[in-house]
């Protein structure tokens, strides 16, 4: 069993900065693909971000591009995600995922897909 918790999530104007942090228990986080969601009030949730186990790969939303970068440190069991020129439409509760299975591709940008585990969900609010 892996257990996420997610941390960093704040209030900010936009413009500001946030960054999201994914801890991760368990011995074997080194082997998850992890990504990272977010779900605003009466929105559907929506893929942000998502990482190889190795880190050597990741995919972005096309709204986040060029502002969010995904990273991890498997020696910590952490997946960050850096958010840089903030907007209000980022607005929302962002969980972290994590991906048992060996195959990498684009169906872990499906925010359907059956991710293995979740966090509980961590608050951005950005101010205009």
């Known amino acids: 069993q892996v257990q996420l918790v997610e941390s960093g999530g704040g209030l900010v104007q936009a413009g500001g900065s946030l960054r999201l942090s994914c801890a991760a228990s368990?011995?074997?986080?080194?082997?998850?693909?992890m990504g990272w969601f977010r779900q605003a009030p009466g929105k559907e949730r929506e893929f942000v971000a998502a990482?190889?186990?190795?880190?050597?790969?990741?995919y972005y939303a096309d709204d986040v591009k060029g502002r969010f970068t995904i990273s991890r440190d498997n020696a910590k069991n952490t997946v960050y995600l850096q958010m840089n020129s903030l907007k209000p439409e980022d607005t929302a509760v962002y969980y972290c995922a994590a991906d048992r299975t060996p195959n990498w591709g684009v169906h872990l940008t499906d925010p359907k897909y059956d991710y293995d585990y979740w966090g509980q969900g961590t608050q951005v609010t950005v101010s205009s």
């Open positions: 368990g011995r074997t986080f080194s082997s998850y693909a």
């Open positions: 990482i190889r186990y190795s880190g050597e790969n990741t």
